[in-house]
């Protein structure tokens, strides 16, 4: 007996389904979607938010011995600029560019640069509004906090703020009349390059054991030598929580706020000054007894050999008024001050007293 065997043939149709199915379940299979981005500043304010930290309290976001003694830091522009951004949702401003090099020297451009790398802040709040001065401390606080530990910079803090505008009220009134506000007079004196408003209200709610609080408002930018309106971001922060009372809700959604919103207000700040400074960086300078215009007339010309820009604001025989224009820090706009009033003929000029930007000096005639 003889038995045949014969093998099978798959059909190519049927063997084409087979592949077709196999590929489209390997092709179920999809990566997981990437982790939410995060920040140190996001990670504080959510703590914040939800009342797992408390407004004094470091938490993990602050570097270790990032800790730092509050003084008085050292070293302006025009601009009216505004930007509007929520703590939580708006983005990051752009970061400060200096001029283009094409209108300054590379000295010039590298001094903007560095100057602004080291601006000098003072923080206050507006004293005109409605808001518990426990809760503009804990503003001020925080934002000075955010300025020691994530850029590094010495600070103002807000009991010598308060302190010196008490101090300084007969000074203050001497000095200028009244001309301008005793913030921006305190600004000057500590040599801050610009100081931020906090203007801001608390809204409450919630009840026993789950107590709510959310903070609105705006920082406000100011450059201290002209108290020019830089720029102003506005905000309104979500609702934070607390299980024990409101006020610390209130604490919490304030500091969250203010954390949120520093990055900004710095990177803004840059950005505007950095527009606003390719004429440089501006000096106001007094002459005490002006009795001879011609004199006064040579002295600004000699002058503008050293400065890159000399602005006649007015004239009297007892005082002139003249703005300075130059990327050099302030000893050398004094120093070029009497090299000019010597080949103008006025060697017995002296400073008799400087107040930030703005230096008064007696000609001695």
Same mark, same amino acid.
């Given at each position: +007996?003889? @038995? ?18 196999? $590929? &489209? ?10 982790? &939410? ?7 504080? *304010? ?11 309290? &470091? ?11 509050? *003084? ?49 802040? +003072? ?33 103002? #803090? @807000? ?8 101090? =300084?009220?007969? *000074? ?17 004196? @500590?040599?801050? #390059? ?9 809204? =409450? ?13 705006? +920082?406000?930018?100011?450059? %201290?030598? %002209?108290?020019? $309106? ?10 934070? @929580?607390?299980?024990?009372? $409101? ?12 954390? +949120? ?23 106001? !300078?007094?002459?005490?007894? %002006?009795? #001879? ?5 040579? /002295?600004?010309?000699? !002058? ?21 224009? &130059? /990327?050099?820090?302030? #000893? ?18 002296? !400073? ?10 007696? %000609?001695?005639?």
């Amino acid at each position: +007996m003889r @038995f045949e065997f014969r093998k099978k043939k798959i059909p190519i149709l049927l063997l084409s389904a087979i592949l077709a199915s196999s $590929l &489209a379940l390997i092709g179920c299979a999809s990566a997981p979607p990437p982790a &939410a981005a995060s920040s140190p500043e996001k990670d504080r *304010a959510k703590a914040l938010v939800q009342g797992g930290l408390d407004a004094g309290q &470091a938490g993990q976001t602050a570097p270790a011995g990032a800790a730092a003694q509050a *003084a008085t830091g050292g070293s302006g522009a025009t601009a009216d600029n505004s930007a509007a951004a929520a703590p939580s949702e708006a983005p990051a401003a752009t970061a400060a560019t200096p001029a283009p090099q094409g209108q300054l020297s590379p000295a010039e451009a590298t001094f903007l640069q560095n100057y602004l790398n080291r601006l000098n802040y +003072m923080v206050f709040y507006n004293d005109k509004a409605q808001v518990d001065p426990k809760y503009a401390r804990i503003a001020v606080s925080q934002a000075n906090r955010w300025l020691i530990e994530k850029m590094g910079i010495s600070v103002i #803090d @807000f009991d010598q703020i308060v302190k010196n505008k008490q101090d =300084q009220a007969a *000074a203050w009134q001497a000095e200028t009349g009244g001309s301008i506000d005793i913030i921006q007079f305190l600004a000057q004196k @500590f040599n801050a #390059d610009v100081y931020v408003e906090l203007d801001f209200s608390i809204t =409450q709610g919630g009840k026993d054991g789950a107590y709510t609080a959310s903070a609105q408002g705006s +920082m406000k930018i100011y450059e %201290t030598s %002209t108290a020019t $309106l830089l720029g102003s971001i506005a905000f309104s922060g979500q609702p934070a @929580f607390s299980p024990s009372s $409101l006020d610390a809700a209130s604490s919490n959604a304030i500091a969250a706020a203010v954390w +949120m919103l520093m990055p900004k207000v710095t990177e803004q700040t840059k950005a505007l000054l950095a527009n606003s400074l390719q004429r440089g960086i501006r000096y106001e !300078l007094i002459l005490q007894k %002006t009795p #001879d215009s011609r004199v006064v007339s040579n /002295f600004r010309r000699a !002058l503008a050999h050293s400065v890159r820009e000399v602005e006649q604001v007015s004239y009297s025989p007892g005082e002139t008024r003249l703005n300075v224009y &130059a /990327f050099l820090p302030g #000893d050398k706009i004094e120093d070029a001050v009497y090299s000019a009033a010597t080949q103008a003929g006025l060697r017995d000029i002296n !400073l008799v007293y400087q107040r930030g930007r703005s230096y008064t000096f007696d %000609t001695g005639s």
